[in-house]
């Protein structure tokens, strides 16, 4: 199986060190990406899901550290390579050409004192693919077409206020793609815009994966987002995985309260409009410290067993793991 894998994360944990504590807020979790697929991390949000992306680049706040486990990176020119093991210099070079990233806010993350055109361009130009101004150019406006923005080479001399979210989306997602990444991390690419933008925005990403024979890793704590474009889905509370399966399977037979409560707070047609399925509570603090299951606080499931005993991420079908003592049985 790890020929076919691209990314593998073991074991990995992430945490806040201060100067009198550290506090875990990734707890030893493990995720696989294969190659050519479209994996999602789900769950609220404060459940570590950014902190886990950030760690695979390299790009945590300075407050945080990856502090146990591994980021194995598979490629036929580097073969593997532990990434948290890489000085910054060398993890540079992987950013924006091996690995991209598009972010939460298109509007935070593009510069407002540069034409969007420039800035794609200068990607190019940092990572020494392309260095001549008209060829690198003449790449970009290619791009912006790819993406599907209208009128490209008039769009290049664009600044970012004179474009709409769903625009400004798709010039982070031409920037991230412009040296043909292998692997793509989009987290929340779509929160911010209307249902319309956002199946533009979610078939354009399921394309240019399938046609440049990429991977990505889409974040979201959104399930239709998981369900029209992920293979396989991790879903992640307080900092661990909870479940994770191919994503029909989870849709048809989820095991976990949390992914129960997750789904069923998802609306339907014809469901009761004076009523909306909710998860009681909230995520607690990173804090606090809970001997047994980390969800059983906000369970309506619970069973005396979750209360002084972790459970353990047990597997309970083919590619379908669980972490809950009520359904393994006990």
Known sequence: MSEDLLLELRDLSVSIVGKKETLPIVKGIDLHIPRGSIVGLVGESGCGKSMTAKSINNILPPFARVTGGSIIWRTEASGEVDLALLKEKEMRKK????????????????????????????????????????KAKDRVIEMLSKVGIAEPALRYNAWPHELSGGMRQRVMIAMAMICQPKLLIADEPTTALDVTIEAQILSLIKELCRNNSMSALVITHNMGVVSTLC????????????????????????????????????????????????????????????????????????????????????????????????????
């Open 95 to 134: 950013c924006g050409t091996e690995i991209a990233m598009v972010f939460q806010e298109p509007m935070t993350s593009l510069n407002p004192l540069m034409q969007v055109g420039e800035q794609i361009k200068e990607v190019l130009t940092i990572h020494g693919v392309e260095r001549d101004n008209k």
């Open 231 to 330: 293979d396989y889905v991790y879903v992640m509370y307080l900092g661990s995985v909870v479940e994770s399966a191919p994503v029909k399977e989870l849709f048809n037979n989820p095991c976990h309260p949390y992914t129960r409560g997750l789904l069923s707070s998802i609306p339907h047609v014809g469901d009761n409009p004076e009523f909306l399925h909710t998860i009681p509570g909230n995520v607690p603090d990173m804090k606090k410290h809970f001997k047994g299951c980390d969800f059983c606080l906000r369970c309506s499931d619970d069973i005396k067993q979750c209360f002084f005993e972790k459970p353990a991420l047990t597997e309970t079908g083919a590619g379908h793991f669980v972490r809950c003592h009520r359904s393994l049985g006990a």
